[in-house]
C-alpha cells in the first residue's frame, strides 16, 4: 500500500526507506560524507534524503549564488525536534547562502487555532531567542511572517499563493493530500509560495531543508514551480528527532514528556530523561551484562550521536561498551543528562544575550 504522510497530523515515521523509494527521495549519505565541517544532524545521518542536492553541492563547490529557504510553525515550546533544521540553516549560512526564515503564523492559526498575535510572540520568544543563541547570524538573513511578507515584497509574496492555485486540480490536491480541508490547503499553497519567492528576488538555486513530514509540501512546490517556470526548488529531508518515548516516536510541544525543550532546567533534564527516556537496554542487570543493550534504538544514545558527542571515537566507544554490556543503561542515561546540562547552560546564557539583540533581526 502507498504509504501517506498527513504533515499536520503526524507522530511517527516508522520505514524512512520506503517513504524515500516511494516518494522520489534519493539518498544523501554520499554528501553527509563529502560536507566539510557540517553539523552532526548531517554527518551522524539525521539528514537522510534529498532532491537535487547536486545543484546546491555544486554552488557550494563553485562558490556559487544560492538561498537556502525554510518556515517554521510557532506552535509552543522550542525543543530538541527543532533544533536540527535550524542547525543546518546555519552551517550554509557560514558557508555564505542567502537565508530565508518565515514564521509560518497563518499555518499555526488555520491549522492549529493559535490567535495571530500569539503565534508571533511564540515565534519570536521561542523560535528566534534560540535560533540567534545557537548562532544565526543577522548576515544574509531575512526573516517574515507568513501574515506579514518579506519587506519591501509583501505584495509580490501575497500574490504568490493565489496564483500558486491556479496550476494545480482538487484532484491533484487529494492525491496529495487525501483528506484536506480549506485551512490546510490555503497553508499548503501558502507554503509553496514560502519556498518559491527567493526566485522571484533572483536567486534561482534554492534548498529548502525540512523533516519527512513535510514530505508532501516538497512535491506540490516541485510541481507547481515547474508549471510556473520557476527553477524546481531542492531540499534535503531529516529524519524526526526521537521523542522520549522511542526512536520512532516525534517530540510534541503539546506534551512535555515527549520532548527536552531549550529552556529546561538541569533538574528537568534529569527527571525527564530518568523517568521516560526509552532504553535499549535489557530487563535487568544480570541480563544486560549477559546480552547486552542495543544502542540504536536507545533514545539516550540517539541523542548523543545527534547532537551531543562530536567525537566519533568517545562514541563509538559508548555504543560498543553499551552493546556488550559493559556500560549500563543508568550509566549511559547519566553520560547524555551531563551533555545536555552543560550544553543547555552554556545555551541558556546566550538565549538571554539574544533576547537584547533580537530587535535588529526583526527591522529588515
Ligand atoms: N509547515 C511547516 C511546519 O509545520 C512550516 C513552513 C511553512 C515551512 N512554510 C514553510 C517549512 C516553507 C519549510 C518551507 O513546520
Redesign the pocket.
Known sequence: MKSRID?WEVKEVKNYKKLMKEFGVNSFSQYAKKLKNAPLEIKRELVIGHKDFNKIYDCIEMKKEFAV?????PSGVFHFGHMSVINQVIYYQKLGAKIYL?A?DL?ANLTRNIPLEEAKKIAIEEYLTNYIALGLSKKNLKFYFQTEGPKNNEKEYMNLSKLASAKTTFNEIKDIYGDINPQKLISAL??VA??IYPQLEGTKTTL?P?GFD?LN?SNLARDIASRMNFSLPCFTFHKLVPGLQGANTKMSSSKPETYIALTDSKKEVEAKIKKYAFSGGQPSLKEHKEKGGNPDVDVSYIYLKTFFEPNDNKLKKIYDDYKSGKLLTSELKEITIEKINSFLKTHQIKREKAKKVINKYLQD
Open positions: 504533515p529557504l525554510t518556515g517554521l510553525m518565515l509560518a499555518e501558502t507554503q514560502d519556498i529548502t525540512i513535510q509540501h
